[in-house]
C-alpha cells in the first residue's frame, strides 16, 4: 500500500499538464526561433512540443523523469575504450 505523502512527493512536477523542466526548454527555444525567425514558427514550435509533452505526461509522468536518468548514466561498455594491448 502506498502512502499519500510518498505518492505526493514522487510525483513529476507539471506545469499545464506538462513537465516543468520540458516547459523550460520548449520555451527557450520557442523564444530563439521566434528572435531569429518567424515569430509563427516559434509559436508553431512551443505548441507543438507542449501538446506532445502533454500526451507523454498523461500516458506516463515519469517519462521524463527516466529519460533524464537514462541520459545521465554511462555505458557500461564502450568498445573505443578497450586496450588492445
Same mark, same amino acid.
Given at each position: 500500500?502506498? $502512502?499519500?505523502?510518498?505518492?505526493?512527493?514522487? $510525483?513529476? $512536477?507539471?506545469?499545464?499538464?506538462?513537465? *516543468?523542466?520540458?516547459?523550460?526548454?520548449?520555451?527557450?527555444?520557442?523564444?530563439?526561433?521566434?528572435?531569429?525567425?518567424?515569430?509563427?514558427?516559434?509559436?508553431?514550435?512551443?505548441?507543438?512540443?507542449?501538446?506532445?509533452?502533454?500526451r507523454?505526461?498523461?500516458?506516463?509522468? *515519469?517519462?521524463?523523469?527516466?529519460?533524464?536518468?537514462?541520459?545521465? *548514466?554511462?555505458?557500461?561498455?564502450?568498445?573505443?575504450?578497450?586496450?588492445?594491448?
Amino acid at each position: 500500500m502506498t $502512502r499519500p505523502a510518498a505518492r505526493g512527493l514522487n $510525483r513529476a $512536477r507539471l506545469i499545464f499538464g506538462i513537465d *516543468q523542466k520540458l516547459l523550460g526548454i520548449d520555451t527557450i527555444f520557442a523564444v530563439i526561433v521566434a528572435a531569429n525567425g518567424s515569430k509563427i514558427a516559434g509559436l508553431v514550435l512551443f505548441l507543438t512540443v507542449a501538446w506532445v509533452g502533454r500526451r507523454m505526461a498523461k500516458k506516463d509522468p *515519469q517519462f521524463f523523469a527516466v529519460l533524464n536518468q537514462a541520459r545521465k *548514466q554511462k555505458a557500461l561498455y564502450d568498445p573505443m575504450k578497450v586496450n588492445h594491448g
